[in-house]
C-alpha cells in the first residue's frame, strides 16, 4: 500500500495533484472548511498547551494547485511558542493532499528562534504526500511530507472503530506517525468522521499530548 500511495504521490504532482483543483477540502476524516476553528488543549514537553487551529480563506497556487491556508498557533504556558502555516489541497478521489508548511519557533519576547521544520512541495527536492487518503483502510501507509532531513513525517492506519451502537460505517478512525529524523518517537492520531483530529498523543520517546475541546465555524 506504500508502494501505491507514491505512485500515487509522483502521478498527482505531475498532473497537479489530480487535479486537484477540487476547491472544497470535504474528506470525511479530515474537513477543512475555510472559517472552522479547533481549540486543542494538552501538554508539551511537561508544560500546560493550547493550539488554535484556524482554517482560512486564503489561498496559494503551489506547483500549480490552489491550496487552502490553515493558521496554527501553539500557546505554551499561555505563552505563544510557535506559529505555522500549513498548505493542503484535495483531489478529485478525496485524498488530502500536503503541500507544505511556514513554522517559527518564538522566544518568551516574540523574537524568531527557529524556522526548522519549513518546506514547500517542489522547492529543494521537497515533494507534497497524502495527510489523509479519501479512503482509508486499516493497513493503509503512505508519507505526508518529504523534505530530506527536515520534514520526512510518515502515517499508518492502524485502527477504524464504531463508536456508536448500530452505525452502519466506522466513526472513528487511528493512525500512527512515525519520522526516521526522530526515530525514538511515535505518536497517534485519533480522527473523529465529520469532525478531524480530535486527540493526538505521543506515545512513545516524548511527553505531548492534545484533545480537542472546541470547533466553532463561522459563515
Known sequence: MAKLLAALAALSLVAGCG??????????????RPGTSY????????????????????????????TTAVDDRLY??????ERTTDWYAQDRAGNVWYYGED?????????????EGTWRAGVDGARAGIYMPGHPRVGM???????????????????????VTGAVSADALLTRETTPLEPGVVDHKLYVRGIGTVVEQTVKGGDERNELVSVTRTP
Open 39 to 66: 481549540v486543542y488543549a494538552g501538554v508539551k514537553d511537561g508544560k500546560p498547551s493550547r493550539d488554535v487551529v484556524r482554517v482560512t480563506n486564503a489561498t496559494r497556487m503551489i506547483q500549480g494547485v490552489r
Open 19 to 32: 487535479s486537484a483543483s477540487h476547491r472544497r477540502i470535504d474528506n470525511a476524516w479530515f474537513p477543512l
Open 103 to 115: 513554522t517559527a519557533e518564538l522566544d518568551p519576547h516574540g523574537r524568531v528562534t527557529s524556522t
Open 141 to 163: 501507509s503512505g508519507l505526508q511530507e518529504y523534505y530530506k532531513g527536515h520534514a520526512e513525517d510518515s502515517f499508518v492506519v492502524i485502527g477504524l472503530f464504531e463508536t
Open 76 to 81: 505554551v504556558r499561555g505563552r505563544l511558542a
